[in-house]
């Protein structure tokens, strides 16, 4: 049995698909990959749900960028997934360095399409869209893989760059254009509305939650609300994630009921300025800032022993953290941004952005109101078995090998 980040991955093991069984996929992103020993780590979770599809293939290749310095990263990709190195710079400052990657790079990856029949292009990059060119040309099946608003996500991360948004907008408009030739994969209802003119679409949950993963709606109901209320926070601690409303939200809380603390799980430039915050509102000592962790290192544990689940970003996909909180039988307040309010539908309760008011109102609730928050409970766990990391990789893999997408 394959294990991932000690838990039991299975991949080899599970039944494949008749249809994609004999497909050979390359699946290009923008991720960077580190090597320890025969070990090989991601530094995000996007790329431990594609290997998923190795099970599902005759072969899969990463393209991706390899720290050709030997390393670690949060997440072990399983045993045996096979990763072609794209050049690398370790400058990226440097123009004449940056230009010499990028040919190298088409080369590289020229030379993979020998034994490939489908590209998956995952990420709005500008090199994506040269690889797609030359994947057509060699009579490559391509699909386009979006997993969030580019231009929404530049003028949150960078919101006074204008040229950024310039960038940000022109690459959007050239992959939606190219959706109409080539098959696209979309992350959310969101994204799925924006390319709705895509000659061939699917719209996917990013979701790392398997069966044995989704607890008992009896053991999620027996949580108890009367003693202390923890509230769990994972993400990001970027601008666009608003990280230091977390601390306006404990303190509101705790002037009503003193049992609320506060947990954050994520790392990012804003985590001084959190402590900051927490500090000068006088709750330090209620919050716990945990620092990045997968659901194998305690997360899991950290949302099933939680009370609520609060998400308070400006701008959003479709968060994968929403099925992990879902899995864990956890109340969810959200912020209604992006892709948030379908993905969460009626399984919990959505806020104004930068609202602390509103969302310390919504907290007290689900901590108070017994028939809410059983209703949400319920709905969330329907919601997880929805929507497992089988399910959707298995729905990518029948995409990916359905005829259409050639020119």
Request: overall charge neutral; charged content about 25%; proline content about 5%.
């Amino acid at each position: 049995m394959v294990r991932v980040n000690g838990r039991p991955a299975q991949l080899r093991e599970r039944s494949e698909p008749e249809a994609p069984s004999r497909l050979r996929l390359a699946v290009y992103t923008d991720h960077l990959f580190w090597r320890e020993g025969d070990a090989l780590y991601s530094d995000r979770v996007f790329a431990l749900f594609a290997a998923r599809l190795a099970s599902m293939v005759e072969r899969f290749v990463f393209i991706a960028r390899v720290d050709p310095r030997p390393g670690r990263s949060h997440y072990r990709m399983p045993d045996g997934i096979e990763v072609q190195p794209m050049p690398w710079v370790a400058d990226l400052s440097r123009p004449l360095d940056v230009v010499s990657m990028t040919l190298r790079s088409l080369r590289c990856f020229w030379r993979v399409l020998d034994d490939v029949e489908v590209v998956w292009l995952v990420g709005s990059y500008p090199v994506s869209l040269v690889f797609g060119v030359l994947a057509s040309l060699r009579g490559k099946k391509v699909v386009l893989g979006v997993r969030q608003d580019l231009p929404r996500y530049a003028r949150g991360r960078h919101p006074h760059r204008r040229w950024v948004h310039f960038v940000a907008d022109a690459l959007d408009a050239m992959y939606r254009a190219l959706s109409r030739v080539f098959g696209v994969i979309v992350v959310g209802p969101d994204l799925a509305r924006h390319y709705a003119r895509a000659t061939r679409l699917l719209e996917i949950s990013v979701s790392m939650i398997d069966d044995e993963d989704i607890v008992s709606e009896q053991d999620a109901l027996a949580r108890s609300y009367d003693g202390e209320l923890t509230i769990l926070s994972v993400g990001r601690l970027d601008p666009e994630k608003n990280p230091l409303l977390l601390a306006d939200v404990l303190a509101r809380l705790r002037r009503e009921d003193p049992r609320w603390r506060l947990v954050v799980c994520g790392d990012g430039p804003l985590e001084g300025e959190l402590v900051d915050r927490l500090r000068a509102l006088g709750v330090a000592e209620h919050a716990e800032l945990r620092g990045y962790l997968t659901l194998d290192d305690g997360l899991l544990e950290l949302y099933r022993r939680s009370h609520a689940f609060l998400h308070v970003s400006w701008t959003e996909g479709l968060p994968q953290v929403l099925f992990e909180a879902f899995a864990a039988g956890l109340p969810i307040v959200a912020t209604a941004v992006g892709g948030v309010p379908d993905g969460l539908g009626d399984a919990g309760l959505l806020i104004r952005p930068g609202d602390a008011e509103q969302a310390a109102v919504a907290l007290e609730r689900v901590a108070l109101d017994q028939q809410l928050r059983e209703q949400l409970i319920a709905r969330g766990l329907g919601r997880a078995r929805a929507h497992t990391t089988e399910s959707e990789t298995r729905r990518v893999a029948a995409f990916l090998a359905e005829k259409g997408s050639e020119i």
